[in-house]
């Protein structure tokens, strides 16, 4: 079974070329971020996740966590990997150094987070939850809550979780029933008594931390109704003491873990609250807003997911073709060659490749500019950065997500039969993507926001500005001489103008018949993700053009990305004209059949 081994070549050319590392080392505070510095950084995560890891990933499945009276056990070696991990500093790459953070820029913390995932994605969700309950106490949290967790947070010595899914809730957060009641009504304190259930708390429980930080979305007893009315309070599994050491045990409790398709090491934890102690985080009624923040960066991470688990299922996918030897060589028939010589499992592995490559660019570049947006001192450039990072979020997620299972499935198909065999470790890949689409938000839910918040409710602005950017791509790839190049100019010329004449028809229909428009939000998303993806990769080969002409760089890896974008704009671009028939045509026919007509006669 093959391990994982970084994509360091890839990595730093998106890094660099793309997403614009040197820019964004440019930026106040990021001072730090030298080509030395980074470079060390991704050495460093990679034999980490090669070594500490990887390892784990087939066993953590096999095994899973286990839960019993409360507590629950995470597989061998996952307290000893998670205590390197900490001491190692890599909780604390992306945050400030006021609560003992490394000051790193998020686009860097992002590559290392990429290989964390590829390595084993059951292990990464921890500090992938615990970055965002971060992230809402720096915003929204008192000085005293922040001197409080922060520090032990981003050390790593504490995780934190979201509690938002309650039983009867699902994702619509204006049925949570989690009630708060003030303890000061009782004579008891300035915290508050929460109380209520929540479902799929990722990490909820576990034994790798000392502490577990709980942000729990709850109402108070004179909230209003509907998602106005929610709070967002902190929840701690051991009650801080004076000298900040775990003290007494809440009434937080873990009352099981759920049995899952994957990600069995990672416990997926259903949470009961009686009169547990709560902290609020900033303004009663405003939890929701908080908690957004939280969202936003898992959502990112969760894109991120699809992006590792699709490079971590091509590895093994491209070692096994390689070694399996099966079936004669079209050309030369007289003897059993390698499958990576057969059309098609060729065919399969540049789809895992160059859909893999072009949605790492997209995420890479997204996580740039929101490390500009944060820290630029033109407002007017971080205003028009935070519109695109909002308008790609979705797509990170949503496109990425249903692109790693795609690719995992791939993988499967590529080992034939032995896909199917659990030791093989193809299976184990497609079980653990297959989560990543429902979580954090479905890509149904991804693509209605993506459609009605960041297209409709603004008229297309920002949407149209994307396209003027890809207009001024045209013309760089105009000037091309190469013959792929113009291939990939055609190809992303036509996903353009799909995507525009889409959102043209979603402004026009989205007031007048809301169902016409939403009908077709998914097949959007997905041609927003490849044109998303095409416009990354068409860059990426003018780049790679001009560093052959120029003899830079690695010359085998630069022809080999001009042929992997080729390749993509002839098998995933091409795709974008029928995903606008679908999403201009296609609604009359989802909603024609009568509810009753579903029934088998």
Known sequence: MSGYTAPLKDMRFVLNELAGLGDVAN???????????????????????????????YSGDREGSVWSDGNVTTPKGFKDAYRQFAEGGWPALPFGAKWGGQGLPKLVATVVEEMVISANMSFSLCPLLTQGAVHALELAGSE????????????????GTMNLT???????????????VPAS???????????GQK???????????ENIVHLVLARTPDAPEGVKGISLFVVPKFLPNADGTPGERNSAKCASIEHKLGIHASPTAVMVFENAKGYLVGEPNRGLSYMFVMMNAARFGVGLQGVAIAERAFQRALAYARERLQGKDLLQGSKTVPIIRHPD????????KSQTEAARALAYVVAAAMDTASRTKDKEEAKRLQAFIDLMIPVVKGWSTEMGIEVASLGVQ??????????????????DARIATIYEGTTGIQAGDLLGRKIAREGGVTVKGWLEVLKGLDQALAKSADADIQVVRQRLAAGAQAVADCVDYVLAAAGKDPNAAFAGAVPFLMLMGVVAGGWQMARAALIAERKLRKKEGDAAFLAAKIKTVRFFADHV??????????????????????EEQFLAA
């Open 414 to 431: 590529v080992h034939g039969g032995m896909g199917f065999i659990e030791e093989t470790g193809a299976a184990q890949h497609l079980r």
């Open 166 to 180: 309650e039983p009867q809730a699902g994702s619509d957060l204006a049925l949570v029933r989690t009630r708060a």
């Open 144 to 159: 005293a809550l922040k001197k409080t967790y922060l520090e032990k947070m981003v050390a790593g010595r504490w995780t």
């Open 199 to 209: 479902i799929f708390i990722t990490y909820g429980e576990h034994d790798l931390a």
């Open 345 to 352: 499992v060729r065919r399969m592995l540049m789809l895992m």
């Open 185 to 195: 009504s009782a004579g008891h304190g300035d915290h508050y008594l929460i109380s």
């Open 573 to 594: 671009l091409a795709q974008a004209g029928g995903l606008a028939v679908t999403v201009t045509q296609g609604a009359g026919a989802v909603m024609a059949l009568p």
């Open 27 to 57: 930026l106040p505070g990021y001072e730090d971020a030298s080509p030395e510095t980074v470079d060390a950084i991704l050495e460093g995560a990679s034999k980490f996740a090669s070594e500490a890891l990887d390892p784990l990933n």
